[in-house]
């Protein structure tokens, strides 16, 4: 997934091999975790090595990752259109935002501080064929949802960004966890991403080999939960 990225956009990561980071803080996440679970932040070297041994042997493996310098995370989801018909794509801006006066904070689905807020409204039809052109550089996917630190909304837009992660395994527009947009916006971009989808779906070709990933997460998924849980006892 590393390769896909441009290295203008590029964090520095690894596989945990008990190396030392050249800087803090950096984020210690699973390889294969979901909604930011198992993920945490540490500051200095003894907290990355209590972190290790805390770790179940039979558990996931972990990743090293340099902190983004932007200070403002972007959830940009992305469908591209369907080339044999020219349908439009479909794209959306969340912004991932936190109560706390954390400036690195761990977002997601199980930290009570996060809060999303929709960055539409801001964006002219230009601005957005002009994130749907940057981001078609960033793998060939016909759903994704990429994480992306920026210092700002303009940044974003020209291309002053880190991509965090890329989400492409049944990825959540958080659009519809925010709360300045209202109900039925909700329904219509759900219809849209829905049909869309289901466009792009059919251009897969018939020859491409079928991997089946959904068994391995799960796996993935029990032990991480596994050893999440024996981290916090």
Known sequence: MDSLIPSKWRLQQSIDQGDVPDTFPVFVKPEWGQNSQGVCRVDNLLALEEHRKSRDLEGPRYLIQAAAKGKREF??????????????????????????DDAMPV????????????????????NINKLGALFSNIGDFRIARYCARADSLDDLLEGNFSIV???VYVPMPLILLTQNINF????????STMKQLALVTKEIPASQPVKSVFFQKLQCARLLKASVKNETH
């Open 75 to 100: 959830e940009v989801f992305y469908i591209p259109g369907e080339s044999t018909r020219h349908s439009s794509a479909i794209l959306s801006v969340t912004e991932t935002c936190n109560h706390s």
């Open 107 to 126: 977002n997601g689905i199980y930290n009570k501080q996060t809060y999303y807020e929709s960055r539409m409204s801001e964006l002219s039809p230009e």
């Open 165 to 167: 992660e890329i989400n």
């Open 184 to 191: 039925i916006a909700k329904v219509k971009f759900i219809t």
